[in-house]
């Protein structure tokens, strides 16, 4: 079986199906080359990058090899106990690449990655390059910041990827004894403990429903459970930064660190859906609500403060000041796919959509060799100094979670378009894909998002009726409703079009979001907009650019960044000049694909002024849109 990463079992109290990953293929258009930039600069990128920063030579050490444990040189010479989970992620984003399509390079790089992990495991099951190299080899010794579990998460994640992908059982091997090694500490007869980073809560029940052995989903739940009970403690940042302030079932509101949050939420899914436990499911689409009600970017991103890489409060969403770590928007990438299985419902495909096309889509950039950790909405032209990462890509980083990251769900991206159930198929995101369910074959074509018409062929199909059901995203309004469904009896050569209308819109914030107040944004379709320096009127600062309500924006082609990419052309007022105002215009680009050129100043947000002359000369006076 070629099951994505996400796979209920039958019994699972699961509204959808997901599909198996072989049947289905992206075939062309923007997820096509950006599956392509993956496969053939991003992840070999990546594995020249973990030799080099050392996190093979750490496991190579753990075999029992000479030398000295590696840190990254910007790391201040600081040795991070997590450098292992960097080589897992490479791993599983492998595993997908090579069930879509043999490729010896990639092939053989992972054969010498395996190979060391496999070396490096100890014959207790064991395995922690971390502990075994530079803490003389005791384990569990510090839970709130070893990340040992969040290791072996990883590490299962691989290895499902190569079981399911290839049928390669090599890392489930290495993954099931590590497991069982924890498993025999904390587990039901064991001693209470939780890592400070969640992460084994999700792998354990993915792990359960892989092998069939309960145990696992066993020791998930009891992980669970023990969550926010205070083991952990306080640490530098509160218990919240660990999410051990109060019981999973019981937390109203997302707290603490963003990546942590919403990979425990994606081990309560899972665990709720296997266990029908409903109060549970309903405790996490609750902190969903209020996650996406105030506080999430219009990126799609997550996390508003720097300190400890965390939410901040409701409306609290500085655009300059945005952490948005790119791992956080892959995580709300998981986490809404999960409860889209759960409940089938529209709003999770949507979130889906918009933080894939702005706020993970920006952390690459469009050479697939440099990344952002952070993805601030906003880059000003005068600044203090920035860390390495901040409003600059780099080609990869001491605390180096995002680029790996980024690999795995780019090369597994093919999972998420579709869903079954017992009626038919359910398409969630567009792209050129040809789709095979059972009996029913399907191909999809579209040059989403830049155009918005889909087009659905049926190619085969079985002898009796069933249901095609299209979403219609929420920024859409050419079809009522958030989906589309066509209920009858196919024949092969049948097709149905979905017209989405990408236009403009001019967005407004939420008048609770303090620092964004009087600003409009620019959208269209899934994409977000953003205004650079390098597209700005000569001789102008971003920062003296106000939105012009007398005009409208327009429409342009952009095919000097990417071909068929549409760009908008904002009309703007100089606030510094005193000339008419004129037809002045700034061109927006969308957000993913800014700092790929003169990187100098960015804002997604864009005053507003009114372009009467005296308003002008005191902006104090101009009304916000």
């Known amino acids: 079986m070629n099951a994505g990463s996400v796979w209920p079992t039958a019994a699972a109290n699961s509204r959808l199906r997901p599909i198996e990953a072989s049947g289905v293929e992206i075939v062309g258009g923007f997820w096509a080359r950006r599956q392509r930039l993956n496969r053939e600069r991003t992840i070999p990128h990546g594995f020249d990058r973990l030799q080099r920063c050392g996190a093979l030579d750490n496991l190579r050490l753990a075999a029992g090899g000479q030398g000295w444990y590696q840190a990254e040189a910007d790391s201040g010479g600081s040795t991070l106990p997590f450098l292992d989970s960097d080589v897992y992620k490479w ?94 500490e904390f587990g039901a007869q064991g001693r209470t403990g939780i890592d400070g980073h969640p992460g084994i809560e999700m792998a354990l029940v993915e792990l359960a429903r892989v092998t ?177 990462g901040h409003s600059r890509r780099a080609p990869w980083y001491a605390c180096a979670c995002c680029p790996p990251n980024l690999m795995r769900l780019f090369s597994s991206w093919h999972h998420y378009l579709a869903t079954a159930d017992e009626d038919g198929i359910q398409i969630h995101q567009y792209a050129d894909a040809d789709l095979t369910v059972g009996d029913v074959r399907l191909a999809i074509r579209t040059e989403y998002p830049w155009q918005g018409r889909v087009t659905v062929r049926i190619v085969r199909t079985p002898d009796r009726p069933w249901t095609l059901s299209l979403r219609v995203p929420a920024w859409s309004r050419s079809a009522a409703g958030p989906s589309v469904r066509h209920s009858r009896q196919w024949n092969a050569g049948d097709s149905v079009v979905l017209d989405l209308e990408p236009a403009i819109r001019v967005t407004v914030p939420d008048r609770r979001a303090d620092a964004i107040r009087g600003c409009v944004a620019v959208e269209r379709g899934p994409l977000v907009y953003c205004l650079e320096t390098v597209d700005a009127p000569a001789a102008t600062e971003l920062e003296d650019l106000a939105w012009d309500d007398s005009r409208r924006p327009q429409e342009v082609p952009r095919p000097d960044l990417e071909p068929a990419m549409i760009g908008v052309d904002v009309p703007v007022v100089d606030l510094n000049s005193t000339a008419p105002v004129g037809n002045l215009t700034a061109g927006a680009i969308p957000y993913f694909a800014w700092a790929n050129r003169r990187v100098e100043a960015m804002r997604v947000w864009i005053p507003v002024i009114s372009s009467e002359p005296e308003a002008r000369s005191n902006p104090a006076r101009s009304a916000p849109a």
């Open 212 to 388: 069939g052995e309960e145990r696992h989903l066993k020791l998930a739940e009891r992980m669970l459970g023990l969550r926010g009970q205070g083991l952990i403690g306080q640490g530098r940042f509160g218990a919240e930064y660990w999410q051990d302030h109060e019981p999973v079932r019981e937390a109203a509101t997302v707290a603490g660190h963003a990546v942590r949050q919403l990979y425990l939420d994606c081990g309560a899914v899972d665990a709720a859906v296997e266990l029908g436990d409903a109060e549970l499911l309903a405790a996490v689409r609750h902190r969903w609500s209020d996650l996406a009600r105030s506080r999430t970017y219009l990126t799609g991103g997550t996390g508003s403060r720097h300190r400890d890489e965390a939410f901040g409060d409701p409306y609290e969403l500085p655009p300059d000041r945005a952490y948005t770590e790119t791992c956080a928007a892959i995580a709300s990438v998981m986490l809404a796919w999960r409860l889209l299985l759960a409940t089938g419902e529209p709003e999770y495909a949507d979130a889906i959509e918009r933080a894939m096309f702005n706020g993970v889509l920006s952390g690459v950039s469009l050479s697939g060799e440099e990344f952002f950790y952070t993805n601030p909405l906003q880059r000003r032209t005068h600044r203090a100094a920035e860390p390495v």
């Open 91 to 184: 791993l599983e984003g492998v595993g997908w690449e090579l069930a879509r399509g043999a490729d010896p390079a990639l092939g053989a790089a992972a054969e010498e990655a395996i190979g060391v992990v496999t070396a490096a495991q100890r014959p207790d099951g064991y395995l922690n390059s971390f502990v075994q190299v530079v803490r003389g080899g005791a384990p569990y010794g510090d839970l709130a910041w070893g990340h040992e579990f969040y290791c072996v998460a990883h590490l299962v994640q691989a290895a499902i990827a190569w079981h399911r992908g290839l049928g390669d059982d090599r890392l489930l091997t290495v993954a099931t004894r590590a497991v069982a090694h924890i498993d025999a």
